[in-house]
């Protein structure tokens, strides 16, 4: 007999917003990205993933001004910010910024909820001039448990990466939120979906966990943003976007989050991480495996 009623133990309404952050100009970010936040929940998403360096941009002239762009995390304007719109509107947001700890940097993600600060994650794969500004993350992969589900978080070129997914999968995230500034790639066949596509729905299926990837749009100081966020389902399919390559935009997608694991059986036989054979390689360093994950 089937069930009378669809389960909703964890149906979550995601926003992916797509925005063009201006380098430099922080405070004006930061009202931008409220103001989108805000038309989010105005239309019912709860959790929110923001573009990588959301607050600051991304192409700095030098490491003076990405460090007069940076802030304490949590403790910074931007912070604040954000943390005052989730209390208010009862969210859960996933937002680049450029952290500040003493005399270090990091391109960092901030995760937020409605009760205020959750955690951070630190970029630990720097793309290209970002290691001129920051230093690689030191926090590993944490996944936050959360109300409304187990959400694991990195940023752009750590998806390129199986590693990245796989640690975040193994500590039992029903979700990967990925704040991001895709840029073109070498090769790139204009008629398809862009390479960080294909990525992130091959990785959602390969590890059974949905993924919200936020990109920015725009071309800033003479390097263009591909756009194109998306969120898939953990089956890799998309069930939102690609956004447009070019314009500002929210995409929107409706799940439960708990089929990540309840579906996560292919057929009678095989199940994605459990049929992993550890025996033949050894388990990846730095993931504190939990029983009964998958």
């Known amino acids: ?17 797509q925005m063009e952050p201006i380098v430099g100009e922080k405070d004006r970010n930061i009202r931008h990205s409220l103001t989108m936040i805000e038309k989010a929940a105005d239309a019912g998403a709860r959790l929110l993933v923001l573009p990588e360096l959301a607050n600051s941009g991304y192409v700095f002239r030098s490491r003076e001004e990405a460090f007069e762009l940076s802030e304490a995390v949590p403790g910074g304007p931007t912070c604040d910010a954000w943390m005052d719109v989730a209390k208010a509107r009862g969210l859960y947001i996933v937002a680049g910024i450029a952290e500040r700890d003493g005399d270090e940097l990091y391109n960092s993600a901030v995760v937020i909820g409605p009760d205020g600060y959750i955690g951070t994650f630190r970029k630990v794969h720097l793309w290209n001039e970002e290691a001129l500004y920051f230093e690689p993350g030191n926090l590993g992969f944490p ?9 694991g978080t990195f940023i752009c070129y750590d998806g390129w990466f199986p590693e990245s997914y796989r640690l975040c999968a193994l500590q039992g995230a029903d979700i990967i939120c990925i704040p991001t500034n895709w840029v073109p790639i070498p090769g790139q066949d204009p008629k398809r979906e862009a390479m960080a596509n294909i990525l992130v729905m091959g990785s959602a299926h390969s590890n059974s966990v949905f993924v919200a990837a936020a990109d920015r749009v725009g071309t800033e100081r003479g390097q263009p943003f591909v756009g194109q966020s998306l969120i898939t389902s953990y089956t890799g399919w998309p069930i939102a976007g690609p956004a447009s390559d070019k314009d500002e935009e929210i995409i929107y997608a409706e799940v439960n989050l708990s089929d990540a ?3 996560r059986n292919w057929n009678e036989y095989n199940q994605i991480l459990r049929d992993r054979r550890s025996d033949v390689y050894e388990e990846m360093l730095g993931a504190p495996v939990e029983p009964g994950w998958y």
């Open 143 to 151: 996944v936050f448990n959360t109300p409304i589900g187990r959400i």
């Open 261 to 263: 694991r309840r579906k």
């Open 1 to 17: 007999m089937a069930d009378p009623k669809p389960r909703r133990e964890a149906l979550v309404k995601i926003a992916c917003i």
